[in-house]
């Protein structure tokens, strides 16, 4: 029987720049973990996105990769949109539409098996295995 993992949805802030990337990267360096880690990084509130927010999403999708998992970006503001583009870092994440979109876009999704992190919160309190039917 396949052990089904969650998909964890992280809201990025309005900001993502040099002054606030070491502090999202601690929110995130958690998730990233974990054995296959399935998570979506929801960009609908992003104003504000320089070198080092797409050098940090980068580094994420990468440390994701490197355990056998994946990060997708959903939801994009349209400055976040611009900035990909222009940085052609788009072209390296698989993004969609909507948070759902991209949560059901894993293999194993199970609509329950979404969960929402809450920096304040203990990860491991986020992340719970259930096994599939």
Same mark, same amino acid.
């Given at each position: 029987?396949?052990?089904?993992?969650?998909? #964890? %949805? =992280?809201?990025?802030?309005?900001?993502?720049?040099? =002054?606030?990337?070491? /502090?999202?990267?601690?929110? %995130?360096?958690? *998730? *990233?973990?974990?054995?296959?880690?399935? *998570?979506?990084? !929801?960009?609908?509130?992003?104003?504000?996105?320089?070198? @080092?927010? $797409? !050098?940090?999403?980068?580094?994420?999708? +990468?440390?994701?990769?490197? +355990?056998?998992?994946?990060? =997708?970006? @959903?939801?994009?503001?349209?400055?976040?949109? #611009?900035?990909?583009?222009?940085?052609?870092?788009?072209?390296?994440?698989? #993004?969609?539409?909507? $948070?759902?979109? /991209?949560? +059901?876009?894993?293999?194993?999704?199970?609509?329950?098996? $979404? +969960?929402?992190?809450? &920096?304040?919160? !203990? &990860? !491991?309190?986020? %992340?719970?295995?259930?096994?599939? /039917?």
């Amino acid at each position: 029987m396949e052990t089904s993992r969650p998909v #964890i %949805v =992280k809201h990025v802030p309005e900001v993502l720049t040099r =002054k606030q990337a070491d /502090a999202f990267l601690s929110e %995130v360096r958690p *998730l *990233l973990e974990h054995d296959r880690p399935q *998570l979506v990084f !929801d960009l609908s509130q992003v104003r504000r996105l320089d070198a @080092a927010g $797409v !050098d940090l999403l980068l580094l994420c999708m +990468r440390e994701a990769v490197r +355990r056998d998992g994946d990060l =997708k970006l @959903a939801s994009l503001s349209a400055h976040a949109q #611009i900035v990909l583009d222009l940085t052609r870092a788009g072209r390296l994440f698989e #993004i969609f539409a909507t $948070v759902a979109d /991209a949560a +059901r876009s894993f293999s194993g999704y199970l609509p329950n098996m $979404v +969960r929402q992190f809450h &920096p304040k919160s !203990d &990860p !491991d309190e986020d %992340v719970i295995e259930r096994k599939a /039917a």
